[in-house]
């Protein structure tokens, strides 16, 4: 109503003074792209290449079903050889299920994590039990059309035949990220099984195959190496192998059998079932961290120096020297992340936290990538509004404020640097400022951002030495 008093009377007016406020986006959001038992929700299949979000694992088994079952890759060996009956079971990594998905799920679950997207992009029995890129690659593709997505990961891409493949695929999920400038890529060092337990050729390889784009780089991040988890095997009972050996008292061929044959049999059986060793790919574990951090201190507290919950140990016990040429890559900056194992802290500790461009003093870190992701969204959600407003002063001091004030509370919070808000950020909009004439004529407003994040102490070096002996 502006001036249109005709009526005598007392009109009201209201007149806005406060700025619009910026609500943080979700940072933890994963999108988990592979195959699944099934994809249902009213119908067979409704739910294949269709993003949906869940909250818990149960939703997870509810539209998608359970773990690809083992099938004949597990055996329980009776042993007597010492006299006493052992009685221990192991799975062949090599015929064992390449469907990973369930199992990457009870790891991030486990970890700390909350919503995320799943794109089923098969199931389990269509394409003879193999991973194809392309099916993944059309399941990344649907994920671009969620906004709320924020990290992005292939738990089955590990089990692909070749390591340029998997390469490629993670190549296209980081040139999503560095198009929509909202997420950040997750994922595992590829093992050759040709390089046998020579580990350093599958990192050379990587440094090698990987784009040497730092727009790319910046928005991933690598873990090594895979560890083993109490996660359990899902398999059917006639598929699983009873072996006697040393003497042991004869025994049915499968478990199925010796559930009725032998009872006391079957459990001791069952029990060293539950105990094999789970070997699976961190990176859904890493994730699961991210949300945990996020969710306790901030994105912009490094996803690091924690435990990963449900690990024994990492596949590959790394020392501090060998550490060191996977952390700093002087020639490109791939750095990798390490899984270590530390006595007395913890059989699985997160031990760096660097992204792909890990010789870029702007973007080396994780927490520094992911913290400007969710300003840079959040900040960009909470300006539409603005967009067809008058580009005049008044529209610039209201955003202006919007984002100071914004930025002020993660000041407040610890994720910027400064003891006042002027060292911590700046913003500027306006004409002779950050726009010209000719910016006001093409209907442009340029606002600029600058901030001063906070960054992880990765290297705290204590400094000793001899004091003199002083007269008092």
């Not at 979700?26 to 988990?32: L, S, W």
């Not at 990290?151 to 198009?179: E, G, S």
């Not at 727009?215 to 009873?242: H, M, Q, R, S, W």
Request: include cysteine.
């Amino acid at each position: 109503m502006a001036n249109d008093f005709k009526t005598p009377g007392v009109y009201i007016v209201e007149i806005p003074k406060l700025p619009p406020s910026i609500a943080s986006v979700e940072t933890a959001i994963p999108a988990f792209i592979g195959y699944t038992e099934k994809a249902f929700r009213r119908e067979a299949n409704d739910l294949r290449d269709v993003p949906w979000r869940i909250e818990s694992l149960l939703e997870y088994e509810q539209y998608f079903g359970s773990a690809s079952p083992e099938a004949g890759s597990l055996q329980v060996v009776f042993d007597n050889s010492s006299g006493r009956l052992q009685v221990q079971a192991k799975a062949d990594e090599v015929t064992r299920s390449k469907f990973l998905m369930y199992y990457a799920l009870q790891m991030f679950f486990a970890n700390g994590g909350g919503p995320c997207w799943i794109v089923s992009v098969g199931n389990y029995v269509d394409g003879g039990g193999l991973i194809n890129d392309a099916d993944l690659s059309r399941g990344l593709a649907e994920v671009e059309k969620i906004n709320e997505v924020t990290l992005l990961n292939f738990p089955d891409a590990i089990n692909l035949t070749d390591a340029t493949v998997y390469y490629n695929l993670y190549k296209q999920a980081m040139d999503q990220c560095t198009n929509l400038q909202d997420r950040f890529t997750v994922f595992d060092l590829f093992h050759d099984v040709a390089n046998g337990t020579t580990w350093r050729l599958d990192v050379d390889f990587m440094r090698t195959t990987v784009t040497n784009d730092i727009n790319a780089l910046k928005y991933a991040g690598i873990y090594f190496p895979k560890v083993y988890t109490t996660v359990n095997f899902n398999y059917a009972e006639d598929t699983v192998a009873i072996v006697t050996t040393g003497g042991a008292p004869a025994l049915p061929a499968t478990l199925a059998e010796l559930k009725n044959a032998n009872n006391a049999a079957y459990f001791q059986a069952k029990n060293a079932l539950n105990n094999i060793e789970n070997l699976l790919p961190v990176s859904s574990g890493i994730l699961g961290i991210y949300a945990q951090v996020d969710n306790s201190r901030g994105v912009w507290k490094a996803p690091a120096n924690i435990n990963i919950d449900n690990v024994i140990r990492p596949e590959i016990i790394v020392s501090k020297e060998q550490q060191g040429g996977l952390n700093v890559d002087d020639t490109a900056g791939k750095s990798i992340n390490v899984i270590r194992k530390f006595e007395g802290r913890g059989p699985a500790i997160v031990w760096g936290a660097r992204t792909l461009a890990g010789n870029d003093n702007e973007w080396r870190y994780v927490s520094v990538r992911r913290f400007f992701n969710m300003v840079e969204e959040s900040t960009k959600n909470a300006t539409e509004q603005f967009v067809f407003e008058p580009n005049d002063r008044n529209t610039w001091v209201r955003v202006k404020s919007m984002i100071e004030n914004y930025l002020t509370t993660l000041w407040k919070a610890g994720a910027l640097f400064g003891t006042s808000t002027r060292e911590a950020f700046y913003v500027k909009v306006g004409l002779g400022e950050t726009m010209t004439e000719l910016d006001l004529w093409e209907g442009r407003m340029y606002v600029e951002i600058g901030l001063a994040v906070v960054r992880p102490a990765e290297f705290i070096i204590l400094k000793f030495m001899h004091k003199m002996l002083q007269e008092a």
